[in-house]
């Protein structure tokens, strides 16, 4: 029965040879990514920005202003979207060729409500991690509690001890 071993480590394994000697003779380790890169044939970058509707060649629906009042205007697009899609119904039985511009339009209020969505996640983002520190902390203030109530519990088993050895 025929195996294989295993293969053999790359060749920078050397690069380490006397670390256990002397830990700073290893390599730095690189430098993190800025800008772009690419990776498996496409093109990233590392700046997290969500391109503009115009940028993606998409009409904005709502306004451009920064004081958007995001659930107004998500509860206007879904109206609309629901419009669109009557709409694109009534197209298909009456005048089926025509079909294609209510598609583009239902398209144009999904990438809208999903910019607007997207737009969001940062916000979504820092509550999460609000939340799972405020449960952090409860867990701790709880154990803190379950170590406090142990260690009195403790103390007065030995106290007890203690009485009942000096009563002997």
Known sequence: MATATYAPPPPYYRLYKDYSENPNSAPEPPSPIEGTYACFG?????????????EQ???????????????????????ELQLHILELSDVLVERPSQYAKRIGDISSVFKNLHHLLNSL?????????????????????????????RREEVQRLLKNAFITLDGQ
Do not use: C, F, W
């Open 42 to 54: 496409g093109n990233y970058t590392t700046e997290d920005v969500l391109p503009s509707l115009e």
């Open 57 to 79: 060649g998409v009409p904005q629906l709502y306004p451009k202003d920064s004081n958007v009042d995001y659930k107004k205007e998500l509860r206007s697009l879904n109206r």
């Open 121 to 149: 996640r940062p916000h979504q983002a820092r509550a999460t991690l609000i939340h799972a520190m405020e449960l952090q902390i409860q867990q701790r203030k709880q154990a803190v509690e379950d170590i406090k109530r």
